[in-house]
């Protein structure tokens, strides 16, 4: 155990964990990102000054948009959905990553997430924010956008629970809701770490607040496990549900290319899939720069990898079933669609996106490029754009040439689509950099609880492919 | 009051010196008189000019009672001197007017040398809607888009308001006292010329001989840009009277037309569309030929149709003419489709009504040989005269005035109308034109010293010597109900054809200038509705680009918006081409009417100013041009983007527009629609049905395309004008809209809509003018039983009546646009901005027309004059809201509140709605479908209905009669 063994072959018994550190070692590395400054690069504030300005441009891009209307932005008719959906679409499948390591894979004990689970939560979290920005602002009065809430009133008027925009508001503001809970939850022993070690009055009352009075008396750890597995529960529904929910609001439809019945595995295997891109696009720069190789291993990337590649495939298969079932329906309008895609006006994204998301991550297949970081970087940057595509492709795309070729058009965004887009993506990687300083990004108790398993159990339960500790 | 002594303030003294003096110069003077001291007193005093009371004596004093008392009466007549701003109840109510209640006053929109019957709906004084007058001959209820949209000229924001004086504000006194003065100091009239618009009011005809016998030397000018110069001069070569026929299609069953669009750019389009529709609507139909040089509305609607250059037109009605045996006609100088010809005659010969029509465009001796064919087949045309004698052509009659004004000859000019510094053929001189706000009828009867009203001047020429009662009864009805003097026309004139004109000869690319569609000679050209109308055949908005065919495009590499430069002559225009399918080739058509450079707000900028081309020599047509394309550089692009609304002509394939022959329909039917398959139990229904079921039955068989419904919607429905911008982002706010698809006859076979345009199978069909045929399908929302935009709706703002209403709740919506994603028929409209409050922006051509742009108090007071115009009855809406077709159902409450009071049902066909009223052709009908006896329940049972998209199961409640063709067998078989 506890070799370092950096040769391309994967060892059986490869370890999670590399090095030999001390407990207090895991509190120094994860910890002093917090407490100390200095840990962080001057680029840090570089950064997070050019990031603000980018916060700035989403809250521009959010005015303008509240001021004057949807009509700043490009959607028209027939495209009544345009960068709203696609990118609410996007942020939500980006969330889901999170979930699935945090939640699914603790229940099924996969002890690998440790290092990555409190990182791929703040993901989610993030990115559900950005999302959720879109179906409020895409609204043509926001101001009213509540009435989308079920809440009692002097008419008693309710929402239309028939339509699947309302189902949305129930799932992505559960998955909300549950997102945060699970990601506070388990931050309160690593809170109280960090107010342990705080030097500063206020920093131990600030983070002492956060530590809810977590003492790590055993009953505290025995109720904190029982309450996690049971959120961890909760949540794992949410996993299929959200984007299973979400991908209702196409299915639900007449029109073709999205009355798709195949739709709802499909989106839930591209929100893997595109969370797990995004997870390892921010995974890979951050281990490097903190140089924390050693708790987000390449064992850790391989596996990502992995999960990417399966999940690809599902949606690549789905891609293939989508023409198949175009034509095999015999439907004209579902046949005339996919001949759209294939050479309409639109087809270099449609083509991109079978590059982007069908044919480039093949390469995961090989063990070599799994643990090249260079290779991942590029793989995983290259699924986000292409899972950005696919929603272009199912939502103007279809919109734009449906059932009568009088009301055809093109879509075209305007600058107004690109500023609020690319602010919600800086928001995204602002709040990553404040989350990044202020807050343990690496789940410190559960790190030390990894370790502490494998230096007195053996390797054998901590390590790849072997299950969890009951093996 | 100061003890100092002043001067006693004399005011008639003042009164005098200000009596001369106008503009600049009276405010002047006007301010030295208020600032003396004098003034002053007198202004504080209570009593001027007295120390006291006393001084006042019995007399005047009783004078001054009585006109107090007076005075005080005419505070109820405020309203008559002085802008009403304030919402107040009525103390007194007028007689007739409650408020929220229309009244329909009958009036007469006259326009392109005829005169419609229109009914005015007016709601507290402020006109709203026109509407066709179902007792009027020439409107039989129907309108064309011209009448239904200038309404709203009447709110233009940018009329005159005022008596101008060298551009300052003036008064009436002072313009008719100077022009009267001017006209007195010439001798006999000599030097007087009154510039007018074709008259057509006998009042004004009779005020103007008035005004000729006063004044026996003026002259008057009667000048259109769409004139009718060439068909009074034909018959005057044919008849040696110069008549205008009057075409009389009711019962025809074969017509020939040769550039005659009698469906819309004919004078008495609505009543030729009506009549035309009524034999169509029957078993055995009529047949349409149309010859024409470019493609029409009635090129549309033919059964078989020819394109062909201008000049080529003469030599068809010749090669026709000879065919019928019509004597001394001469060989034409172009080569014609002899076997159509031929079959066309024959058709003609053994019809039973038939007529022969020539549109103005055509040449002087197109319609000399059109009385003689129509002569020689007893064609179902009649003969008037003008209304004011035109002796000479309006053009020569220009011409006349220019020569004088450059000899200096006119000593005054009086300009009723018109705006000949525009629509005239070029090289004509500027003329301002005079605006003003009398009619002109009491502008001439003034220039007489008699000012009367209008009222009174009708009425004098009418009612005199006549019973009271019967004139205001024909002024109730918009009707004089005298029959018209049957005008016997002079024989035609045996040995016409040797004095016929020579023949232009034209070997190369020729020019056919048209007013446009919706503009048509520019005086709609600052009319938002009229901008933003898609013109039937393009779809475009907002620009009058050079039309070419799709051969012509093709060699030269060009598409849409590509600019061009057309030289004629010494003249250069740069301007964009719209490639239109069924063009003729080597014919470039350009449209008159837009570029205006003095036109207002929402004209400004829009479209180019083609009558820098149309010269004296080339008024309809010329040869002669060459075309090349336009290079682009760094500054200047050689693109512009069309604002059309419709990009896309083919229908895929698609079972859109059915169409079929007659007789192989008589044969073999259409295939019956299945009932289709629903995943609920069949009993069960999606809203209880309880009540009028409300339907509508749209028949493609006689829809022209003619936008007349698109206008009238717009009109009832408060919808905004969005701008070019907008429509090219493809935001337009019509609740209806025309589909205009083309589809190829391949080799001469039926007609199948299945046919693509686009594929290059067809490309040599497409090449071919003649083998294309048009279809229109009038759409707005489909009322679907089974909608899809309403489950969809997370706020329940959409939802269905128990009438059966798709309905739109505006307060309740909050623009998810779900709906309209989920609309198969994308009948939804979105108001992207808020559309309704910024119409002075719709304008802009190119900025973005957001509510930040300055606007200037001009334009918003525009603003507030064009919020007169909304019919109270509907919504406004606001931005961020769908919107779409509601049925009208403001009028179908108005009816049910009437059927209730009686205590009865909703009797058939007494809810009409906007477009149902407007339709010139009356292919569509709305009522209750739940009575089986209703027409529109009729209509439905017709063997040729059929839902669109019906394999959707949407279960919609307007529904489509097939559309017909009647083609002639010895065309179709060989």
């Given at each position: 155990?506890?070799?370092?063994?950096?040769?391309?072959?994967?060892?059986?018994?490869?370890?999670?964990?590399?090095?030999?550190?001390?407990?207090?070692?895991?509190?120094?590395?994860?910890?002093?990102?917090?407490?100390?400054?200095?840990?962080?690069?001057?680029?840090?504030?570089?950064?997070?000054?050019?990031?603000?300005?980018?916060?700035?441009?989403?809250?521009?891009?959010?005015?303008?948009l509240?001021?004057?209307?949807?009509?700043?932005?490009?959607?028209?008719?027939?495209?009544?959905?345009?960068?709203?959906?696609?990118?609410?679409?996007?942020?939500?499948?980006?969330?889901?990553?999170?979930?699935?390591?945090?939640?699914?894979?603790?229940?099924?004990?996969?002890?690998?997430?440790?290092?990555?689970?409190?990182?791929?939560?703040?993901?989610?979290?993030?990115?559900?924010?950005?999302?959720?920005?879109?179906?409020?602002?895409?609204?043509?009065?926001?101001w009213?956008?509540?009435?989308?809430?079920?809440y009692p009133?002097?008419?008693a008027?309710?929402?239309?629970?028939?339509?699947?925009?309302?189902?949305?508001?129930?799932?992505?503001?559960?998955?909300?809701?549950?997102?945060?809970?699970?990601?506070?939850?388990?931050?309160?022993?690593?809170?109280?770490?960090?107010?342990?070690?705080?030097?500063?009055?206020?920093m131990?009352?600030?983070?002492?607040?956060?530590?809810?009075?977590?003492?790590?008396?055993?009953?505290?750890?025995?109720?904190?496990?029982?309450?996690?597995?049971?959120?961890?529960?909760?949540?794992?529904?949410?996993?299929?549900?959200?984007?299973?929910?979400?991908?209702?609001?196409?299915?639900?439809?007449?029109?073709?290319g999205?009355?798709?019945?195949?739709?709802?595995?499909?989106?839930?295997?591209?929100?893997?899939?595109?969370?797990?891109?995004?997870?390892?696009t921010?995974?890979?720069?951050v281990?490097?720069?903190?140089?924390?190789?050693?708790?987000?291993?390449?064992?850790?990337?391989?596996?990502?990898?992995?999960?990417?590649?399966?999940?690809?495939?599902?949606?690549?298969?789905?891609?293939?079933?989508?023409?198949?079932?175009?034509?095999?329906?015999?439907?004209?309008?579902?046949?005339?669609?996919?001949?759209?895609?294939?050479?309409?006006?639109?087809m270099?994204?449609?083509?991109?996106?079978?590059?982007?998301?069908?044919?480039?991550?093949?390469?995961l297949?090989?063990?070599?490029?799994?643990?090249?970081?260079?290779?991942?970087?590029?793989?995983?940057?290259?699924?986000?754009?292409?899972?950005?595509?696919?929603?272009?492709?199912?939502?103007?795309?279809?919109?734009?040439?449906?059932?009568?070729?009088?009301?055809?058009?093109?879509?075209?965004?305007?600058?107004?689509?690109?500023?609020?887009?690319?602010?919600?993506?800086?928001f995204?990687?602002?709040?990553?950099?404040?989350?990044?300083?202020?807050?343990?990004?690496?789940?410190?108790?559960?790190?030390?609880?990894?370790?502490?398993?494998?230096?007195?159990?053996?390797?054998?339960?901590?390590?790849?492919?072997?299950?969890?500790?009951?093996? | 009051?100061?003890?100092?002594?002043?001067?006693?303030?004399?005011?008639?003294?003042?009164?005098?010196?200000?009596?001369?003096?106008?503009?600049?110069?009276?405010?002047?003077?006007?301010?030295?008189v208020?600032?003396?001291?004098?003034?002053?007193?007198?202004?504080?005093?209570?009593?001027?000019?007295?120390?006291?009371?006393?001084?006042?004596?019995?007399?005047?004093?009783?004078?001054?009672?009585?006109?107090?008392?007076?005075?005080?009466?005419?505070?109820?007549?405020?309203?008559?001197?002085?802008?009403?701003?304030?919402?107040?109840?009525?103390?007194?109510?007028?007689?007739?007017?409650?408020?929220?209640?229309?009244?329909?006053?009958?009036?007469?929109?006259?326009?392109?040398?005829?005169?419609?019957g229109?009914l005015?709906?007016?709601?507290?004084?402020?006109?709203?809607?026109i509407?066709?007058?179902?007792?009027?001959?020439?409107s039989?209820?129907?309108?064309?888009?011209?009448?239904?949209?200038?309404?709203?000229?009447?709110?233009?924001?940018?009329?005159?308001?005022?008596?101008?004086?060298?551009?300052?504000?003036?008064?009436?006194?002072?313009?008719?006292?100077?022009?009267?003065?001017?006209?007195?100091?010439?001798?006999?009239?000599?030097?007087?010329?009154i510039?007018?618009?074709?008259?057509?009011?006998?009042?004004?005809?009779?005020?103007?001989?008035?005004?000729?016998?006063?004044?026996?030397?003026?002259?008057?000018?009667?000048?259109?840009?769409?004139?009718?110069?060439?068909?009074?001069?034909?018959?005057?070569?044919?008849?040696?009277?110069?008549?205008?026929?009057?075409?009389?299609?009711?019962g025809?069953?074969?017509?020939?037309?040769f550039?005659?669009?009698?469906?819309?750019?004919?004078?008495?389009n609505?009543?030729?569309?009506?009549?035309?529709?009524?034999?169509?609507?029957?078993?055995?139909?009529?047949?349409?030929?149309?010859?024409e040089?470019?493609?029409?509305?009635?090129?549309?609607m033919?059964?078989?149709?020819?394109?062909?250059?201008?000049?080529?037109?003469?030599?068809?009605?010749?090669?026709?003419?000879?065919?019928?045996?019509?004597?001394?006609?001469?060989?034409?100088?172009?080569?014609?489709?002899?076997?159509?010809?031929?079959?066309?005659?024959?058709?003609?010969?053994?019809?039973?009504k038939?007529?022969?029509?020539?549109?103005?465009?055509?040449?002087?001796?197109?319609?000399?040989?059109?009385?003689?064919?129509?002569?020689?087949?007893?064609?179902?045309?009649?003969?008037?005269?003008?209304?004011?004698?035109?002796?000479?052509?309006?053009?020569?009659?220009?011409?006349?005035?220019?020569?004088?004004?450059?000899?200096?000859?006119?000593?005054?000019?009086?300009?009723?109308?018109?705006?000949?510094?525009?629509?005239?053929?070029?090289?004509?001189?500027?003329?301002?034109?005079?605006?003003?706000?009398?009619?002109?009828?009491?502008?001439?009867?003034?220039?007489?010293?008699?000012?009367?009203?209008?009222?009174?001047l009708?009425?004098?020429?009418?009612?005199?010597?006549?019973?009271?009662a019967?004139?205001?009864?024909?002024?109730?009805?918009?009707?004089?109900?005298?029959?018209?003097?049957?005008?016997?026309?002079?024989?035609?004139?045996?040995?016409?054809?040797a004095?016929?004109?020579?023949?232009?000869?034209?070997?190369?690319?020729?020019?056919?200038?048209?007013?446009?569609?919706?503009?048509w000679?520019g005086?709609?050209a600052?009319?938002?509705?009229?901008?933003?109308l898609?013109?039937?055949?393009?779809?475009?908005?907002w620009?009058?680009?050079?039309?070419?065919?799709?051969?012509?495009?093709?060699?030269?590499?060009?598409?849409?918006?590509?600019?061009?430069?057309?030289?004629?002559?010494?003249?250069?225009?740069?301007?964009?081409?719209?490639?239109?399918?069924?063009?003729?080739?080597?014919?470039?058509?350009?449209?008159?009417?837009?570029?205006?450079?003095?036109?207002?707000?929402?004209?400004?900028?829009?479209?180019?100013?083609?009558?820098?081309?149309?010269?004296?020599?080339?008024?309809?047509?010329?040869?002669?041009?060459?075309?090349?394309?336009?290079?682009?550089?760094?500054?200047?692009?050689?693109?512009?983007?069309?604002?059309?609304?419709?990009?896309?002509?083919?229908?895929?394939?698609?079972?859109?527009i059915?169409?079929f022959?007659?007789?192989?329909?008589?044969?073999?039917?259409?295939?019956?629609?299945?009932?289709?398959?629903?995943?609920?139990?069949s009993?069960?229904?999606?809203?209880?049905?309880?009540?009028?079921?409300?339907?509508?039955?749209?028949?493609?068989?006689?829809?022209?395309?003619?936008?007349?419904?698109?206008?009238?919607?717009?009109?009832?429905?408060?919808?905004?004008?969005?701008?070019?911008?907008?429509v090219?982002?493809?935001?337009?706010?019509?609740?209806?809209?025309?589909?205009?698809?083309?589809?190829?006859?391949?080799?001469?076979?039926?007609?199948?809509?299945?046919?693509?345009?686009?594929?290059?199978?067809?490309?040599?069909?497409v090449?071919?003018?003649?083998?294309?045929?048009?279809?229109?399908?009038?759409?707005?929302?489909?009322?679907?039983?089974?909608?899809?935009?309403?489950?969809?709706c997370?706020?329940?703002?959409?939802?269905?009546?128990?009438?059966?209403?798709?309905?739109?709740?505006?307060?309740?919506?909050?623009?998810?646009?779900?709906?309209?994603?989920?609309?198969?028929?994308?009948?939804?409209?979105?108001n992207?901005?808020?559309?309704?409050?910024?119409?002075?922006?719709?304008?802009?051509?190119?900025?973005?027309?957001?509510?930040?742009?300055?606007?200037?108090?001009?334009?918003?007071?525009?603003?507030?004059?064009?919020?007169?115009?909304?019919?109270?009855?509907?919504?406004?809406?606001?931005?961020?809201?769908?919107?779409?077709c509601?049925?009208?159902?403001?009028?179908?409450?108005?009816?049910?509140?009437?059927?209730?009071?009686?205590?009865?049902?909703?009797?058939?066909?007494?809810?009409?709605?906007?477009?149902?009223?407007?339709?010139?052709?009356?292919?569509?009908?709305?009522?209750?479908?739940?009575?089986?006896?209703?027409?529109?329940?009729?209509?439905?049972?017709?063997?040729?209905?059929?839902?669109?998209?019906?394999?959707?199961?949407?279960?919609?409640?307007t529904?489509?009669?097939?559309?017909?063709?009647?083609?002639?067998?010895?065309?179709?078989?060989?």
């Amino acid at each position: 155990m506890a070799v370092i063994d950096k040769e391309p072959e994967i060892k059986p018994y490869e370890p999670l964990i590399e090095g030999n550190p001390s407990y207090g070692d895991f509190d120094e590395s994860i910890g002093r990102l917090i407490l100390s400054h200095a840990a962080h690069s001057k680029a840090w504030l570089k950064w997070l000054g050019i990031l603000f300005m980018g916060v700035n441009l989403l809250l521009l891009s959010v005015g303008v948009l509240l001021w004057q209307g949807i009509g700043v932005w490009g959607n028209n008719q027939p495209v009544g959905w345009g960068f709203d959906i696609i990118n609410f679409v996007w942020w939500i499948g980006i969330g889901h990553a999170g979930t699935l390591i945090s939640a699914v894979l603790l229940l099924v004990r996969q002890q690998w997430r440790n290092s990555i689970n409190r990182f791929a939560e703040a993901m989610t979290i993030f990115a559900v924010m950005c999302a959720g920005m879109y179906p409020l602002l895409h609204t043509g009065r926001p101001w009213v956008a509540y009435w989308l809430f079920p809440y009692p009133n002097i008419l008693a008027m309710w929402p239309n629970f028939r339509s699947p925009l309302v189902w949305d508001v129930f799932a992505v503001s559960t998955y909300m809701t549950i997102s945060i809970l699970f990601w506070f939850m388990g931050l309160i022993p690593d809170f109280a770490t960090i107010r342990d070690k705080a030097s500063s009055m206020p920093m131990k009352k600030i983070y002492g607040l956060l530590a809810m009075g977590w003492r790590g008396s055993a009953k505290h750890w025995h109720r904190y496990e029982a309450a996690y597995i049971i959120l961890a529960g909760i949540s794992a529904p949410l996993v299929l549900s959200v984007h299973s929910i979400v991908s209702l609001d196409f299915a639900v439809s007449i029109v073709p290319g999205w009355n798709n019945t195949l739709f709802p595995p499909y989106f839930v295997a591209g929100a893997v899939f595109a969370g797990f891109a995004m997870v390892l696009t921010f995974a890979i720069p951050v281990r490097k720069i903190y140089k924390l190789d050693h708790l987000i291993t390449d064992l850790h990337l391989d596996w990502m990898a992995k999960i990417m590649l399966t999940t690809g495939l599902i949606v690549f298969f789905g891609y293939l079933l989508e023409v198949y079932y175009a034509f095999y329906s015999g439907s004209e309008w579902e046949m005339f669609m996919t001949s759209n895609r294939f050479s309409g006006p639109y087809m270099v994204l449609f083509w991109s996106l079978w590059l982007f998301n069908g044919i480039i991550p093949q390469l995961l297949w090989f063990p070599k490029v799994r643990r090249n970081t260079t290779m991942l970087m590029i793989i995983s940057f290259g699924i986000s754009i292409g899972m950005w595509l696919e929603r272009f492709v199912i939502i103007p795309m279809s919109l734009h040439r449906d059932f009568l070729p009088s009301s055809w058009g093109m879509y075209y965004p305007t600058i107004w689509d690109f500023g609020m887009f690319a602010g919600t993506i800086f928001f995204f990687v602002f709040m990553m950099f404040l989350f990044i300083r202020f807050l343990p990004f690496i789940n410190i108790f559960e790190v030390k609880d990894l370790w502490l398993k494998m230096k007195h159990q053996g390797h054998v339960p901590a390590v790849a492919g072997k299950g969890g500790e009951e093996n | 009051m100061s003890d100092k002594k002043l001067n006693k303030f004399n005011l008639q003294e003042v009164r005098e010196t200000l009596a001369n003096k106008g503009g600049q110069e009276y405010w002047r003077s006007m301010d030295q008189v208020a600032q003396t001291p004098e003034f002053e007193a007198w202004v504080e005093d209570e009593f001027p000019n007295r120390s006291s009371i006393l001084q006042i004596d019995r007399r005047d004093f009783i004078k001054f009672m009585g006109a107090s008392m007076m005075l005080a009466g005419m505070a109820g007549c405020r309203s008559m001197f002085l802008p009403t701003e304030k919402i107040v109840p009525y103390v007194n109510k007028p007689e007739d007017i409650i408020p929220g209640k229309a009244l329909r006053f009958a009036t007469v929109f006259t326009h392109n040398q005829s005169a419609l019957g229109v009914l005015v709906t007016s709601y507290e004084g402020r006109p709203v809607k026109i509407e066709g007058n179902p007792s009027h001959p020439n409107s039989m209820g129907a309108t064309d888009h011209f009448a239904q949209a200038t309404i709203l000229d009447l709110y233009d924001p940018d009329r005159s308001r005022e008596v101008f004086k060298k551009n300052l504000p003036s008064s009436w006194d002072v313009l008719l006292r100077e022009a009267r003065g001017a006209m007195d100091a010439t001798d006999k009239g000599k030097g007087i010329f009154i510039l007018t618009e074709s008259v057509l009011s006998p009042t004004l005809a009779a005020e103007l001989s008035g005004l000729q016998k006063a004044f026996p030397a003026a002259a008057v000018v009667q000048y259109d840009a769409v004139n009718q110069d060439n068909v009074l001069e034909g018959s005057n070569i044919a008849r040696g009277a110069r008549l205008h026929p009057r075409y009389d299609l009711g019962g025809v069953d074969v017509i020939a037309s040769f550039d005659g669009d009698f469906i819309q750019s004919m004078p008495e389009n609505v009543r030729m569309s009506r009549e035309f529709s009524d034999k169509r609507k029957t078993v055995e139909m009529n047949r349409l030929y149309v010859v024409e040089s470019s493609p029409s509305l009635t090129g549309a609607m033919a059964d078989h149709r020819r394109a062909v250059k201008p000049s080529q037109i003469e030599a068809n009605l010749r090669a026709l003419a000879q065919r019928l045996g019509v004597a001394g006609i001469e060989s034409g100088a172009a080569k014609v489709d002899a076997r159509f010809i031929a079959a066309m005659a024959s058709d003609l010969g053994s019809a039973a009504k038939k007529v022969v029509i020539v549109g103005a465009s055509a040449s002087v001796a197109s319609h000399a040989i059109a009385h003689a064919i129509n002569e020689a087949l007893s064609g179902s045309v009649t003969y008037h005269a003008p209304v004011v004698r035109q002796d000479a052509s309006q053009i020569d009659a220009l011409r006349g005035l220019t020569k004088a004004i450059n000899a200096g000859q006119v000593g005054v000019l009086v300009v009723l109308g018109g705006n000949p510094t525009f629509d005239a053929p070029a090289q004509q001189p500027l003329i301002a034109p005079i605006h003003n706000t009398k009619s002109a009828l009491e502008l001439v009867s003034s220039l007489q010293n008699r000012p009367r009203s209008s009222y009174e001047l009708v009425k004098a020429k009418h009612g005199v010597g006549k019973d009271t009662a019967q004139f205001e009864k024909w002024l109730n009805d918009g009707v004089i109900t005298v029959a018209e003097k049957a005008v016997s026309a002079p024989a035609l004139n045996p040995g016409f054809a040797a004095s016929l004109p020579v023949q232009k000869v034209s070997s190369g690319l020729e020019i056919a200038f048209r007013p446009d569609p919706t503009l048509w000679d520019g005086r709609w050209a600052n009319n938002g509705w009229m901008q933003e109308l898609p013109k039937p055949l393009t779809t475009l908005t907002w620009d009058n680009p050079a039309l070419i065919g799709p051969k012509m495009a093709d060699d030269m590499g060009l598409s849409d918006g590509d600019h061009v430069n057309i030289t004629l002559g010494k003249q250069t225009l740069r301007i964009p081409v719209c490639v239109t399918v069924g063009h003729p080739d080597d014919v470039v058509t350009l449209n008159f009417g837009n570029g205006r450079t003095e036109v207002g707000s929402v004209g400004h900028q829009a479209g180019q100013n083609v009558n820098i081309l149309r010269t004296g020599l080339g008024f309809w047509d010329a040869a002669g041009a060459t075309v090349a394309k336009a290079a682009g550089g760094m500054l200047e692009s050689n693109h512009t983007d069309l604002a059309l609304t419709q990009t896309h002509h083919s229908m895929e394939g698609r079972d859109i527009i059915r169409a079929f022959n007659r007789d192989e329909f008589a044969k073999e039917g259409m295939e019956k629609e299945e009932e289709g398959v629903s995943m609920y139990p069949s009993q069960e229904k999606e809203f209880p049905f309880d009540g009028p079921q409300w339907g509508m039955s749209i028949d493609l068989n006689v829809c022209t395309g003619c936008h007349a419904c698109v206008t009238a919607c717009q009109a009832e429905n408060n919808i905004p004008v969005i701008g070019r911008m907008h429509v090219l982002k493809g935001r337009e706010m019509h609740w209806m809209r025309i589909d205009r698809y083309y589809t190829v006859s391949a080799g001469g076979k039926q007609v199948d809509p299945r046919d693509e345009i686009d594929s290059p199978n067809h490309k040599q069909d497409v090449f071919n003018p003649d083998a294309v045929k048009t279809v229109m399908m009038p759409l707005a929302c489909m009322h679907c039983e089974i909608a899809p935009c309403e489950p969809v709706c997370p706020v329940a703002a959409t939802v269905h009546s128990h009438e059966g209403l798709n309905q739109m709740v505006y307060n309740r919506c909050v623009g998810t646009r779900y709906c309209s994603n989920n609309c198969p028929y994308k009948v939804r409209r979105f108001n992207f901005l808020n559309y309704t409050d910024n119409q002075p922006n719709f304008m802009d051509r190119t900025e973005v027309p957001y509510t930040w742009t300055i606007t200037s108090s001009e334009k918003n007071n525009g603003r507030s004059l064009l919020k007169m115009i909304a019919n109270p009855n509907v919504t406004v809406r606001g931005r961020g809201v769908m919107e779409k077709c509601t049925y009208c159902v403001q009028r179908i409450n108005e009816a049910r509140i009437e059927a209730k009071k009686e205590q009865r049902e909703i009797k058939d066909g007494e809810v009409v709605t906007a477009c149902q009223q407007a339709c010139p052709s009356g292919a569509i009908v709305f009522g209750n479908i739940a009575d089986k006896k209703s027409a529109v329940s009729k209509l439905k049972a017709n063997k040729r209905n059929y839902t669109l998209l019906g394999e959707l199961n949407t279960k919609n409640r307007t529904t489509y009669l097939a559309k017909l063709r009647n083609p002639n067998p010895e065309l179709e078989n060989a």
